[in-house]
């Protein structure tokens, strides 16, 4: 019996019927692997997971969660035998996605500022409430971030990123340098909850409403990391502004829950950031370089900038010299610059266009996509906005309040994004990428724009734009 069969039985067991419409929804860099499932009653989620320690440590800490007021998905039921739980289904959105799908001009402003407040409160009251009272037997692997879980991810960074990147280091004073700033992280101590995993994939925005999702592996720890994980994700380019202002207002909101002096807070942050950035690089060439999975590769070449960047303010607290030299060859090696590259330069050519006036494919050699976005809800039917386009605010907002609207456009993303390491195997150097809609000013509009923004962000990728539909008006 495969997976799909396995959790439509438990999902009958539970419901007393089979789901009317059930959906694999795609994976990441873990063993889980998710279903939407729907009735009449609307929809859940279902996960098979073979780790049971994972699972059990889940549920048991989204329990612990819900009392305390935290903001999590609730766990409808659990089936431990079956290793398949069932839990409320917060939608596509996470906090990556909703900062790719706002214009340029507002990505990071008051709006996204406060937002992002929000969730460095909600990340205090995980740290500090959330450890009172928590079953600590559930943690899984360790019990706490502990000197054997920070060799263990120095030498995944080690083995799975400077190796396979081939960056030259002494191994002897490299050890000494890990041994030297394992003893610097835990003089921090391990007296909150430690989420593991604070990155803005995990942090799910539902209603303009931040949820907390995939803290299984959290464990007794140091409060900078969490901050850390956030502020040094590789893939949401967050403004070092931005990141400075969230760091200080993290140490104030701990100051004020715990009363430990922000001087002291702030001694460790980027000592954390440091060993977050570098599991993180440690997951990305495993995943990336060695099982060569793209959407890894490509959070590769700004993670090492930042790493580099955080090695530099650390220097103040702690020597670390092998480390920072092997890192700064990086970016001389070969394999680094053909990341850095892209490998070969991809030309993405976006179009919206007018089901109504007809579209001419592009019939040279290399490949592409056409996007019907006429099952999103129509703008242009409403008479206040049927002037107006898809570029404008009014619009924008209209369509990015449609959850139909932003996993549109999210699983158009994410089928492109899989075929470009296809196409440049190929040594296709451009491909075509159509969004159309009755009129073409509005939705097709709308979704060409949303989907050039989120494609940027991938290294070795030009996007260029074009809006027949509007070119005619």
């Not at 803005?200 to 990391?225: E, F, K, L, S, W």
């Not at 959407?295 to 960047?309: D, H, K, Q, R």
């Not at 494919?361 to 049927?386: A, H, I, T, Y």
Request: net charge negative; with cysteine; charged share 25%.
């Amino acid at each position: 019996m495969d997976v799909r069969e396995q959790v439509e039985n438990a999902y009958l067991k539970w419901k007393g019927h089979l789901p009317e419409l059930m959906t694999r929804l795609p994976r990441s860099g873990s063993e889980r692997i998710y279903f939407r499932l729907s009735d009449a009653e609307g929809d859940a989620i279902g996960a098979y997971n073979p780790g049971r320690e994972e699972n059990d440590a889940f549920v048991g800490f989204t329990k612990h969660f819900i009392t305390k007021g935290i903001r999590v998905p609730e766990v409808f039921i659990y089936y431990p035998e079956e290793k398949i739980y069932f839990l409320e289904d917060l939608g596509d959105t996470n906090l990556f996605t909703w900062l790719a799908l706002r214009p340029a001009e507002k990505r990071f402003d008051n709006e996204t500022e406060n937002l992002m407040k929000e969730i460095v409160h909600d990340l205090v009251k995980i740290q500090a409430e959330g450890i009172k009272g928590l079953d600590l037997t559930l943690c899984y692997p360790h019990r706490s971030f502990d000197r054997q879980s920070i060799i263990w991810d120095m030498n995944y960074f080690k083995y799975m990123f400077l190796k396979l990147i081939f960056a030259p280091f002494n191994e002897i004073r490299l050890e000494r340098d890990f041994e030297r700033l394992t003893a610097f992280l835990l003089e921090a101590g391990q007296d909150y909850f430690l989420f593991r995993d604070f990155q803005t994939a995990n942090i799910m925005i539902r209603h303009g409403v931040p949820y907390y999702i995939d803290y299984q592996g959290g464990r007794c720890g140091a409060a900078q990391y969490d901050i850390a994980s956030l502020v040094y994700d590789g893939k949401a380019y967050i403004p070092s502004g931005l990141r400075d202002l969230l760091i200080d207002y993290h140490a104030e909101e701990l100051h004020k829950a715990t009363g430990k002096s922000i001087s002291e807070i702030r001694k460790y942050t980027d000592a954390f950031a440091a060993v977050r950035l570098m599991q993180a690089l440690g997951a990305f060439g495993y995943r990336g370089l060695y099982e060569n999975k793209p959407t890894f590769t490509e959070s590769i070449v700004p993670a090492v900038g930042l790493l580099a960047m955080v090695l530099k303010q650390l220097a103040i607290h702690i020597d670390l010299p092998e480390l920072t030299a092997a890192v700064t060859a990086i970016p001389e090696q070969k394999k680094f610059k053909l990341l850095q590259e892209g490998h070969e330069h991809l030309k993405i050519n976006i179009s919206s266009f007018a089901f109504s006036q007809g579209k001419t494919l592009s019939m040279e050699n290399g490949g592409g996509f056409v996007f019907d976005c006429r099952s999103l809800k129509n703008p242009g039917k409403l008479p206040d906005l049927s002037a107006l386009t898809g570029k404008d605010s009014r619009v924008s907002e209209f369509l990015a309040a449609e959850d139909e609207a932003l996993n549109f456009v999210i699983d158009c993303v994410n089928m492109i994004r899989n075929t470009i390491p296809l196409y440049r195997s190929k040594g296709i150097p451009s491909i075509n990428v159509a969004f159309g809609c009755t009129g073409g000013r509005h939705r097709s509009v709308w979704c060409a724009d949303r989907a050039a923004a989120l494609l940027d962000k991938n290294p070795g990728v030009e996007v260029i734009v074009n809006h027949s539909g509007l070119e005619e008006k």
